[in-house]
C-alpha cells in the first residue's frame, strides 16, 4: 500500500482530532455522572462541607484539565498543518551533519519548547489549584530542583537510550526492531530493580522505619504469609504533595516496602498493614510479573510496526520536510500509531482493574476486609478522588476500579471468608 504525504497528513489530523474530541465526550460523561449528594456508605468518613469540598476541587481539576487539553490540541494542529516540524528539522541541518545528533538535538530542542509551554499549566496546576485545597507542600526551591534533576536525568538517560536507537536504526536497518526490543527489557528490568534504590532517593529521602508497633505488625505479617520482606521505608512525600501513596519494589527475594510519611499520618497501624496486605497480594497472585511480560510483549510489537515505517520517506514529508528524517518519523509514527497504543492501554487497564480486586481479595482473606475498607475510604477522602466517575471514563482511563466498586467486592469476599470459616468450624465439631 502506498500513500503520498498528503493523504498521510489528513489521517494524522483525523487521528488527533477524534481523539481530542473523544476525551472531551469522555470528560462531559463524567461531569454529568456528579451527584451533589454524599454517598451513603462514606457517611462515616466523609462530612457534607468536606464533600462538597471535594466536588469543588474535581471541577476545579476538571476546568483545567479542558483548558490544557484544548491548548495542546490546538498547537499541535498549527504545528502539523504549518509543517513546523519539518522547518525546524531544515533549519538544523545544515549545522548538524550527524543523522544520530540531528536526532538527539531535534527532540531536545522539542523537549525543552514542550516543557516551557507547558511550564505555566504547571505552575498553576500546583501552585494554585493544589494549594488552594491544601494538598501542595512544595515550594519555588524544590520545584525548580525537580525541574532541573529531571532535565538531567532526561539528558543523561533519554539520550543516551535515543541515541542508541537512532543508530541502531540507521546501522542496522529494518531488523532493528527485535535488537532494540532486547536492549529495552533488559533496560525496564534494570530500572525496575534499581528504581528504590537510585531513582527514588534522587528526589526523596528514604528512611527506614523506625521500631515500633507498625514495624512488627509488618513484620508479623509478612511471616505470615511469607512475603520476602527486606526492609520498610519511610519517604518523605510530604514535602510536595500532602496526598499519600504506597508501593513496593525489588525483584527476586528482596523486596522493599516504602510508605508516604503521609501515609502514615492518616492511617491506624491496622489499616497500615492492610494496604502492605493489598500490595503483597500483587506480589503472591504474579501480577507484577504479568504486568512485566505483558509490557515487554508491547513494546516488541511497537517496535515491529515501527519497523515497517520508520523509513517511509512520505511520514516526513507529511510533517513538512524535504527529505526522510528518523526523528520525523517517529513524530508521525508516534500519533499514527495512537489508536493502537490506545487499545492496548485500554487492555491493560481491564487487566489491571482484574488484579486490583484480586489484591484486595487476598488482603481481605489473609489480613481482614474491615480494616483494609476503611484504608480505602481514609485515603480517598484525604485524595478527594471522584467517587462517582462515569462507567466509559473508568473503563477508558481507570487502572484501579472506583471506590465504591471496590468496597463492595471487599464486602462479597468478607461473607465468602465468614462462610469458609464457618465450614471448618463445623468440620471440626464432627
Ligand atoms: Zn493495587
Known amino acids: ?23 472531551r465526550w469522555l470528560d462531559f460523561l463524567n461531569r454529568k455522572n456528579k451527584k451533589l449528594q454524599l454517598p451513603e456508605e462514606l457517611a462515616d468518613v466523609y462530612d457534607e462541607a468536606q464533600y462538597r469540598k471535594s466536588m469543588e476541587y474535581q471541577q476545579a481539576n476538571d476546568q483545567f484539565g479542558a483548558v490544557s487539553a484544548a491548548f495542546g490540541f490546538l498547537l499541535t494542529l498549527m504545528l502539523l498543518l504549518t509543517g513546523a516540524f519539518g522547518w525546524l528539522d531544515g533549519l538544523l541541518r545544515p549545522y548538524v551533519d550527524n543523522p544520530v545528533w540531528l536526532a538527539l538535538v531535534y527532540f531536545g530542542i522539542l523537549y ?41 536525568l532526561t539528558a543523561i ?24 526490543w532486547i536492549i529495552a527489557s533488559v533496560l525496564m528490568v534494570l530500572i525496575n530493580m534499581f528504581y528504590t534504590s537510585i531513582f527514588v532517593p534522587m528526589f526523596n529521602k528514604l528512611t527506614p522505619l523506625a521500631d515500633g508497633a507498625l514495624k512488627q505488625a509488618i513484620e508479623g505479617y509478612s511471616r505470615k504469609v511469607a512475603f520476602p520482606l527486606d526492609q520498610i521505608y519511610v519517604i518523605d512525600g510530604s514535602k510536595r504533595s500532602s496526598k499519600s501513596n504506597a508501593f513496593f519494589s525489588g525483584i527476586g527475594s528482596k523486596k522493599k516496602v516504602v510508605l508516604y510519611d503521609t501515609l502514615i499520618e492518616n492511617h491506624t497501624t491496622e489499616e497500615l498493614v492492610a494496604v502492605i496486605a493489598h500490595e503483597v497480594g500483587h506480589y503472591k497472585k504474579k501480577h507484577i510479573i504479568t504486568g512485566m511480560v505483558l509490557s515487554i510483549l508491547q513494546i516488541g510489537f511497537t517496535l515491529f510496526v515501527l519497523s515497517l515505517l520508520v523509513f517511509n520517506k512520505e511520514l516526513s514529508l507529511a510533517l513538512g520536510a524535504d527529505q526522510l528524517g528518523i526523528h520525523l518519523n517517529l513524530i508521525a509514527f508516534g500519533i499514527l500509531y495512537s489508536p493502537i497504543s490506545a487499545m492496548t492501554g485500554l487492555l491493560m487497564n481491564v487487566i489491571s482493574r482484574k488484579n486490583e480486586y484480586e489484591a484486595d481479595a487476598y488482603a481481605t482473606h489473609t489480613y481482614g476486609g474491615r480494616p483494609l475498607q476503611q484504608a480505602l475510604k481514609t485515603l480517598s477522602v484525604h485524595n478527594m478522588s471522584n467517587l462517582l466517575p462515569h462507567a466509559w471514563y473508568v473503563f477508558f482511563h481507570y487502572s484501579h476500579p472506583p471506590l465504591l466498586q471496590r468496597l463492595q467486592a471487599i464486602r462479597q469476599e468478607m461473607r465468602a471468608k465468614n462462610s469458609e470459616q464457618m465450614v471448618s468450624f463445623q468440620d471440626k465439631n464432627i
Open 1 to 23: 500500500m502506498h500513500m503520498d504525504a498528503q493523504t498521510i497528513l489528513t489521517i494524522i489530523v483525523a487521528i488527533a482530532t477524534l481523539n481530542f474530541a473523544l476525551e
Open 112 to 152: 525543552v519548547a514542550s516543557d516551557l509551554i507547558n511550564l505555566p499549566f504547571q505552575l498553576y496546576s500546583t501552585f494554585v489549584i493544589e494549594e488552594r485545597f491544601g494538598f501542595n507542600k512544595t515550594n519555588a526551591r524544590i520545584f525548580v530542583l525537580d525541574k532541573l534533576k529531571g532535565y538531567l
Open 157 to 180: 538517560i533519554g539520550g543516551a537510550v535515543l541515541g542508541l536507537f537512532i543508530y541502531l536504526i540507521i546501522t542496522i536497518g529494518a531488523s532493528f526492531w527485535w535488537y532494540f
